[in-house]
């Protein structure tokens, strides 16, 4: 079990706080709204009312102490950038923050903040991938455009082995993990000589566009 703080309770918050707690982990939940407090009291561990813009109150709650930290304070830039400040000088290990934009998201990068987070641009990201290659499931963005992949078989791979679909050569795109919704079995690294089942999910690895190529239907 590891040890969460959310901070800011709207909606991302809210939603962030519950599903961390719902997994089995210690939620602390934090916001200056009283019935924001009110309404996740039965979805987490600690429900605070409190201002986490104060460092005091920070440090005096063990929000130090916490694995990572969640920041979502809505539109008020100056907040969310203040507290990032803080749990930095408190050496929170993780530190996810909600940015307004591009511009904020670079001055949270610069005080400290491990990872930035865009609701609305990683939706909008993420539909238009559904939209474009239904197959894809799933992707984790990497550096440089690559991601992990999650992605059910289109048609032509089926009953091929991945010698024959040659997806290294053909697109530099490579299965790192096959997943059989059937019976749960779960394969790291295939042999080349694996044949493609329509129960299989696919891990693949690979530049975001060649991924999208590779399992967009012919």
């Known amino acids: 079990m590891k040890r969460f703080c959310v901070i800011g309770l709207g909606n991302f918050g809210f939603h962030a706080a519950s599903t961390l707690y719902q997994m089995g982990h210690e939620v602390v939940a934090v916001d200056l709204d009283q ?13 605070l009312l ?24 809505g539109e008020r830039s100056h907040l969310s950038t203040l507290i990032t400040l803080y749990l930095k000088e408190l050496r929170v290990p993780q530190i996810l923050v909600k940015a307004v934009d591009e511009d904020h998201g670079r001055i949270l990068e610069k005080i400290g903040a491990t990872d930035i987070i865009f609701p609305e641009k990683d939706m909008a990201v993420k539909a238009a991938r559904s939209l474009a ?4 499931l799933e992707y984790i963005p990497l550096a440089e455009d690559y991601s992990i992949t999650e992605s059910a078989p289109p048609s032509h791979f089926l009953g091929k082995n991945l010698i024959e679909l040659d997806l290294r050569r053909k697109f530099n795109v490579t299965v790192i993990g096959i997943k059989d919704v059937l019976t749960d079995e779960f394969t790291i690294t295939p042999a080349p000589t694996y044949v493609i089942k329509d129960s299989d999910l696919l891990i693949l690895i690979g530049r975001s566009e060649d991924v999208e190529s590779a399992c967009s239907e012919k």
Do not use: W
């Open 35 to 47: 019935d924001k407090v009110q309404r996740i009291h039965d979805h987490c561990s600690y429900a």
């Open 50 to 73: 409190g201002d986490a813009a104060n460092k005091d109150f920070l440090k005096g709650q063990g929000i130090g102490e916490m694995n990572a930290v969640i920041v979502s304070t």
């Open 133 to 136: 290659s239904p197959n894809i």
